[in-house]
């Protein structure tokens, strides 16, 4: 059966930060004013639709990373009538961050996420005192928080976190539960339970304590540069060599430079704290004054001007200032760059 009027597909880059969430139901009858949820990983969306049917008075947001997962749930929402559910590509701790408001949330759930058993993997657990800040920052008074793992030292440490939370109060008479009453069981939950490995449950509420402050990140200015050189194209390809760079707590790499005549496009990888953006950075001589160039973002991967945007500008723009003596800055609106680590 052909699905008429697919939903958008929906990424951290190309929705607004923040994003007005019942603008974005607008298009159902959904559009009005009504209880956010919220799922991190909902891998194969067993959760989600338990969510949409249980839950038809709320607007349920999914947030996965996985390109598979994310087009098997865009396709199941229209085939399945999961008309309240919307699903973004997207990291948690960008979303958090950059399109969640403060008090805005009113339940958060977290299934089984990956527990990144080594040691060298551990600052990419979900499961962190920043990212545990940034999620009750977004909850509402009342919200309450789910969450599942059958990993007992992630349970554990999930515990620890959870217990020194002033803006958590424990709803269970234990620090966790082995069942969990009116829960549907995900293929994954099943699997573990076939193995013999125990499913470990939390459930918290939102209490009235004041919760941590966690800005929104939203857009800076877009970066730019205008630079006069005498260098061609051809010329300064020839010095490019692959780079990272380090500035702060923004990490830059710089892996391949192309040739498009009057265009020169680099390659570049951009991690924040808060985001990781793979995009491009282009060089364009400008038509009526072919010796000066704009230096700036380009389209591909669509990227937003964040300050580590900033940053890759600036470092690319001192490299290539530094390419000739006789190379001038004619404009800059980029941020003040610190020195490099």
């Known amino acids: 059966m052909k699905i008429a009027n697919p939903l958008p597909k929906l990424t951290s880059s190309n929705l607004p930060w923040p994003t007005d969430w019942t603008a974005l139901f607008s298009e159902s009858r959904f559009g009005e004013s009504r209880p956010l949820i919220l799922e ?24 996965e990373v996985n390109n598979e997962c994310i ?21 948690a701790e960008t979303a958090l961050h950059h399109l969640f408001e403060p008090n805005t949330l009113s339940e ?28 009750v920052s977004r909850m509402q008074p ?3 928080l789910y969450l599942a793992t059958d990993i007992l030292d992630y349970a554990e440490m999930t515990a620890e976190l959870l217990e020194a939370t002033p803006g958590l109060d424990n709803l269970l008479p234990a620090r966790w539960a082995h069942e969990m009453a009116g829960r549907v069981i995900t293929k994954y939950e099943r699997k573990a339970q076939e193995a013999g490995r125990p499913c470990h449950y939390f459930a918290y509420l939102r209490n009235t304590s004041p919760a941590p402050a966690v800005p929104v990140m939203k857009e800076v200015e877009m970066p730019h540069m205008v630079i006069k ?6 010329e300064i390809l020839a010095h490019f060599q692959p780079g990272e760079h380090t500035v702060d707590d923004v990490h830059v790499r710089f892996m391949q430079a192309y040739d498009g005549g009057k265009t020169l496009l680099f390659e570049a990888y951009v991690h924040e704290p808060t985001i990781e953006q793979h995009l491009s950075l282009v060089f364009v001589a400008r038509d009526e004054h072919p010796s000066e160039h ?15 945007a900033h940053v890759a500008v600036a470092l690319l723009g001192r490299w290539l200032i530094g390419l000739h003596p006789e190379t001038t800055i004619i404009q800059d609106k980029v941020r003040p760059l610190k020195e490099p680590l």
């Open 294 to 308: 704009t230096l700036k973002l380009g389209t591909i991967g669509n990227p937003r001007p964040t300050e580590g």
């Open 40 to 63: 991190i990983g909902f891998g194969f969306g067993h959760f989600l639709e338990h969510l949409s049917r249980t839950r038809p008075d709320a607007n349920i947001i999914g947030l």
């Open 229 to 234: 050189t005498p260098l061609s194209s051809a």
């Open 108 to 135: 958060v759930h977290i299934n089984f996420p990956d527990p990144w058993f080594k040691t060298r993997h551990a600052g990419r657990r979900l499961m962190q005192r920043d990212t545990l800040d940034a999620i």
């Open 142 to 144: 009342g919200a309450t």
């Open 71 to 91: 087009v098997k749930a865009e396709r199941a929402i229209p085939r399945k009538g999961m008309h309240n559910v919307r699903v973004i590509y997207t990291s």
